[in-house]
C-alpha cells in the first residue's frame, strides 16, 4: 500500500463554476463569484470584511502594510511556523521578534510575549497551528493594554472556534490559505478579514493596486486613480469559481476531515498510552477543524527513525515547521534567546498522511506501521 501524505479533494462541480465565470464574460477579479466568496465569509463567520487574496502570504502582505510597519517597529510572532508569516514584515523592514510557543501545544505563549513588549512594538502575529486557537482572551487584553495590532495567521484554522468566536474574527486581521495542503483549497489562494473597520477602505484600496477602482465601480466616485500604495492581491475570478465549488462543499469536507481525525484518534490512541509519543489533547476553549494529524515523539532521532521507517512502508509522514529564528536567512538576525519548546516541537513532529477520502483501511495500516515501530523500540 502506497499512502502519500495530501491529496487534493475536488468536489467535481469546480470545473463547471470556472466555465460559468467564464460565461459571465469577465475573468479578472473582483467579479461575481469573489463577491459571492466574499458573502460566504462574511455572513458564515462574521468576520468584518473578507477580501480574497492569491494567497495566505499576500493577506499578510496586506496586513503588514495596513498596520503601517516600517523600520524600526517591532514584530512579535512565533518562530515555529511557515516562512510567509515572518516574510510579510521582513518585507516591510520590521524587526520581528520570535517568541515561543507553550509546552504543551505548538501555540503562542502570552506570558513568553508579554515580556518581549517594547515601547517599539507594533503587531502580534499568532498561528493558530493544526487549527487549534490560541489563547485568544490573553492576547486581546496584551493588544488592548500595549495598543497593539492583533493579526491572526488563521492558515490552518478556516472553521474552527476559540470559545463562540470564528478564528480570523478575533484579530485586527486575519489571513487564511486555500493552498491545495488545506482544508478549502483553489491550488494557490487566501484571503484576509478585516475586522476593525477604521482598516477597511484602505484595505480595499491596497487590493486594488492602490487605486480606488473598486469604490468606483459601486459608483462612489465617478473616476478611479492612484490614491495609495498597493499591489494586485486579488485572484481571478476562475480561482474565486473554483474556490466557490469548494465552499458549497464546505460543511461536508469538514465533516469528512473530522472523520479522518476520529479515525485517527481511535487507532493512534495506544501510543499516548503506552507512552510512546504524544497525541497534543485540544484545550477546552478551542476546536477541532480536521486541519490535520501530528504526534510528538520523545526525541528528534526518535522522530526521524519513524519518519524512515513509515517511508519504507509506503507511507509518506513528514515533519513541521524548522525554526526560523535558526534558519539560514534569520539566524545571524536573531537576538540569541533560546526558544526549547520551538525547538522540542519542531525535533519531534510527526504528521501524518491527511486527506479527504483516507479510507479506515489505510489508517488502520498506518497505525499497525506506528505500532510495528514502536514495538520493536519500546
Ligand atoms: C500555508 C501557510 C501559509 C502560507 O499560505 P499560502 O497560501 O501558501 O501563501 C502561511 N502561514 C501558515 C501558518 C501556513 O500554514
Partial sequence: MKIPFNKPFFTGEESRHMQMAAIFGQISGNGAYTKKCHQF?????????????????????MA???????????????????????????????????ADVEPGYPNLDPV?????????????????????????????????????????????????????????????????????????????GGLLTIND???????????????NRAAFY??????????????????????AAFLFAQLEAFKDIQKERLRVRRSYLEQLHFVN???????????????DNGNMFFMVTRDGEERDALIRHLNRDGIQAVFHYLPLHSSGFFSPRHDGRPLPNTDRFSECII????????????????????????????
Avoid at 41 to 61: I, M, N, R, V
Avoid at 66 to 83: A, Q
Avoid at 125 to 138: I, K, P, T
Avoid at 197 to 211: D, L, M, N, P
Fill in 218 to 239: 459601486r459608483g462612489e466616485v465617478n473616476k478611479y486613480g492612484w490614491v495609495d500604495v498597493g499591489s494586485s492581491f486579488l485572484p481571478s475570478e476562475l480561482i
Fill in 273 to 287: 498510552e503506552r507512552g510512546w509519543a504524544t497525541i497534543p489533547a485540544i484545550p477546552d476553549y478551542a476546536t
Fill in 41 to 61: 465569509f462574511e455572513k458564515g463567520f462574521g468576520f468584518g470584511k473578507a477580501l480574497l487574496t492569491t494567497s495566505c502570504s499576500d493577506a499578510l502582505e
Fill in 64 to 98: 503588514a502594510i495596513l498596520s503601517n510597519i516600517g523600520p524600526g517597529d517591532e514584530v512579535i510572532m512565533p518562530s515555529f511556523t511557515f516562512v510567509s508569516t515572518a516574510n510579510a514584515f521582513i518585507l516591510r523592514g520590521a524587526t520581528i521578534v520570535f
Fill in 197 to 211: 473597520k477604521r482598516f477597511s477602505a484602505r484595505a480595499e484600496i491596497i487590493w486594488e493596486k492602490g487605486t
Fill in 112 to 188: 513568553g510575549v508579554e515580556k518581549l513588549i517594547t515601547p517599539r512594538t507594533r503587531v502580534i502575529v499568532l498561528v493558530h497551528y493544526s487549527g487549534v486557537a490560541c489563547q485568544m482572551d490573553a492576547f486581546t487584553r496584551l493588544a488592548e493594554a500595549h495598543n497593539l495590532i492583533l493579526v491572526e495567521d488563521a492558515a490552518h484554522a478556516i472553521g474552527s472556534y476559540y470559545r463562540k468566536q470564528p478564528l480570523g474574527s478575533i484579530g485586527h486581521f486575519g489571513t487564511f490559505s486555500f493552498h491545495e495542503t488545506k482544508n478549502i483549497i483553489s491550488g494557490e
Fill in 351 to 378: 504528521r501524518l498522511p491527511f486527506f479527504s477520502g483516507l479510507s479506515e483501511k489505510e489508517v488502520a495500516f498506518v497505525a499497525k506501521s506506528v505500532r510495528r515501530f514502536f514495538e520493536k523500540r519500546g
